[in-house]
């Protein structure tokens, strides 16, 4: 039986990183990679398939350009499991890893960011998630591991980035959730919970007003680590010292004078 990775969001920043790492890794026969963006896709693919033609045990590579948002996301990645099970009907595949990393966030107070942009956020973070998690898990089986990509965000309610952190911390309780109710069954649930990781997220959160995270730290060592949590039976990854006692003080910190002070005094900055 065949077995496949699959990386979602997996064009750029920690996408693009797992599916680096992951194809780095043997255990996985393919290696799925997708995103909207075919392009750098193709680039990561192409590096991927390099290698395995020096070393023939790592995954085979394959792209696919597909919008994960919403309902009709979640049909696009049904419609692309059924199409593989027809053409391995005979032998078929597992899903032995699911990284669901496809998502974004907007900075700003959330009356003064375009609504719509608000919304696909919603339906990216949480929707797509869920239904791509419950569309694989039928696929997986005992060993595989299964990675939602929340945030720090999740702890606490944030001003300026009030509906992102919402988004994360759904993607946190559910991730925790299901978690226990995949135990039984040898599959490993983690949520990864970065701080300020630098990849393009400000550049797109803050619509080009901020070009990078402010105090990122890199996306290889953030990657790294979540997947040594992960397989390890780790239900949350969280990476730094400081990641984890935010974390830890966010247990005796009042939501609602989080969420004021965040907004009081830690403005998010972003173009019209």
């Known amino acids: 039986m065949k077995k496949i990775a699959i990386v979602t969001g997996a064009s750029s920043g920690l996408g693009a990183e797992f599916a680096r790492q992951l194809g780095a890794k043997t255990g996985s026969d393919e290696l799925w990679l997708l995103a909207r963006r075919l392009d750098r896709l193709k680039e990561i693919e192409a590096a991927q398939n390099q290698a395995r033609s020096q070393n023939p045990a790592l995954p085979l590579a394959r792209s696919f350009e597909i919008d994960l948002a919403g309902r009709a996301g979640v049909s696009a990645f049904k419609a692309l499991l059924d199409t593989e099970k027809m053409i391995d009907k005979d032998a078929g595949f597992e899903i032995s890893v699911l990284v669901n990393n496809a998502g974004f966030g907007t900075y700003g107070p959330f009356a003064d960011t375009p609504l719509d942009a608000e919304l696909d956020m919603v ?20 060993g595989s591991v299964l990675i939602n990509t929340a945030s720090l965000a999740a702890f606490l309610p944030l001003g300026n980035f009030s509906v992102y952190a919402a988004t994360k911390a759904y ?74 006692a935010t974390a830890l003080l966010s247990r005796f910190v009042g939501r609602y004078f989080c969420a004021r002070y965040t907004y009081l005094k830690c403005p998010r900055p972003r173009k019209d």
């Open 123 to 142: 339906e990216l973070n949480c929707v797509s998630l869920t239904g791509i998690a419950g569309l694989a898990l039928p696929f997986m089986k005992e």
């Open 171 to 244: 993607v946190l309780s559910f991730s925790v959730s299901l978690a226990a109710e995949a135990a039984d069954r040898g599959i490993k649930v983690c949520a990864l919970c970065p701080g300020s990781v630098s990849t393009e997220f400000a550049a797109v959160a803050s619509n080009g007003a901020r070009k990078e995270v402010l105090g990122g730290v890199s996306a290889q060592k953030t990657v790294s680590h979540c997947l040594k949590a992960a397989f390890g039976g780790k239900k949350i990854a969280l990476m730094s010292i400081k990641w984890k």
